[in-house]
């Protein structure tokens, strides 16, 4: 007989069809809460559905996904219809899911999500609606149960930061049947009340269940159309419920809310004495600049003085008339050397103009002696003249002439 060997394939599509066939495992129905839920890009839903004991890998695929309205989330109880099969490649047993459905707290999730969803529609949880606190409120009204520890925390904190902020309590049955309602009556009651201008509700931690009250649309709406600011401080930091949304401001604790509405009144006072001083400061230095100003615009003012004026101008003038006259001096006494040195060039230039004069005199003079008569006649030379016309050659002679010596004339005639 020869060996039977399977290959791995073989044995896993073996147990995929024994899976199949078997009438029990379709069309199943599991109960389990969801954990490490996975929404893949391709539109799949991976998930496990564990029990106390148990867990078990699950998958839908994106066909299925596509019809639910129910939105997964870790934590949810849900009831699954499938099948279980093998998935062949990877040898791993799990359940397909064809549908998905709340189960017990699950539905108190998916209540809460579509109100949440319903209200952020209608714009109740938009910021611009949230209203600021007072400063300091003149009263206080506390909406939570009359019995419990938020009532003493808030007491406490409010009497520790200001103990002169008085507490109205309006008490209400925070938890079970008739819980919203009552709720709901004493926010609108406290924003009627006289002098208060705050209110804070709240409970203490708890399941879901428990905070249920905080998640209706009743009070939700009564938060939201207060006529004055409302702190909504349910269970612990981690819990979020739909009171939380609508309020304008959300505390972790009761404490914290107390914290919030209530401002330590040292703080208070140390601010005060702080912006005393700021202003003072402010103060001064305002009427410093105005007294700065007020000089100026005096001084401004002043100035525009018309006798102040006329006397400025009279000084200016003045002063004018002393730098002309120190700049006349100044070029006056200037003007003595310049003319001693002009006299001396004019001297030194009229004694040369004289020399070149007496020079060119001398030659003249020596010229005109050179060319003179008489000094031609002292050499024994004699003019001839006919009266005062003097006859330079014997063509010109006449009959009767004078003969002019160095120291004489002589009448002579002319014969042949």
Wanted: glycine letters at 6%.
């Amino acid at each position: 007989m020869s060996e039977w060997i399977l290959a791995v394939s073989d044995l896993n599509e073996y147990v995929r069809r024994t899976l199949a066939a078997d009438p029990m495992l379709r069309s199943l129905r599991l109960r389990g809460e969801i954990s490490n839920f996975k929404r893949h890009t391709s539109g799949h839903w991976y998930f496990t559905l564990k029990d106390e004991h148990s867990r078990i890998n699950c998958v839908m695929f994106r066909q299925n996904a596509m019809r639910m309205s129910l939105r997964p989330m870790d934590g949810m109880q849900v009831i699954l219809s499938g099948s279980v099969s093998l998935y062949a490649e990877g040898g791993q047993y799990q359940f397909y899911a064809e549908n998905m459905r709340p189960d017990g707290l699950g539905t108190l999730y998916q209540q809460f999500e579509a109100l949440k969803a319903k209200l952020a529609a209608e714009g109740l949880f938009d910021a611009g609606r949230k209203r600021p606190l007072p400063l300091r409120p003149r009263k206080i009204a506390v909406v939570t149960s009359r019995t419990g520890a938020v009532l003493q925390d808030i007491r406490n904190v409010s009497a520790r930061r200001d103990a002169g902020v008085p507490l109205v309590l309006l008490p209400v049955q925070v938890q079970g049947e008739g819980a919203a309602e009552s709720i709901a009556a004493a926010i609108r009651k406290a924003g009627g009340l006289s002098g208060v201008d705050v209110i804070i509700t709240g409970r203490g931690g708890g399941s879901m269940e428990d905070l249920w009250a905080f998640n209706e649309e009743i009070v939700a709406r009564a938060i939201a159309e207060s006529p004055i600011p409302v702190i909504s401080a349910v269970g612990h930091e981690t819990d979020v419920t739909i009171a939380d949304f609508a309020a304008d401001v959300r505390a972790s604790t009761p404490s914290h809310a107390a914290e919030l509405a209530v401002p330590d009144k040292a703080e208070l006072i140390d601010g005060l004495r702080m912006m005393r001083g700021h202003l003072t400061q402010a103060a001064m230095a305002q009427v410093h600049r105005a007294r700065t100003r007020l000089a100026l615009c005096q001084r401004h003012m002043e100035a525009l003085r018309p006798d102040r004026q006329l006397m400025e101008l009279r000084s200016r003038v003045q002063q004018l008339q002393t730098r002309l006259d120190r700049c006349v001096d100044d070029r006056l006494a200037l003007y003595p050397p310049r003319l001693a040195l002009m006299q001396m060039k004019l001297d030194h230039l009229m004694d040369a103009k004289l020399r070149q004069q007496q020079e060119k005199i001398a030659s003249s003079r020596a010229k005109l002696d050179a060319l003179n008569p008489a000094r031609v006649l002292e050499r024994g030379y004699a003019l001839v003249l006919d009266g005062d016309r003097v006859i330079p050659d014997a063509a010109s002679a006449v009959p009767q002439m004078t003969l002019r010596f160095r120291d004489g004339t002589v009448a002579v005639r002319m014969e042949e």
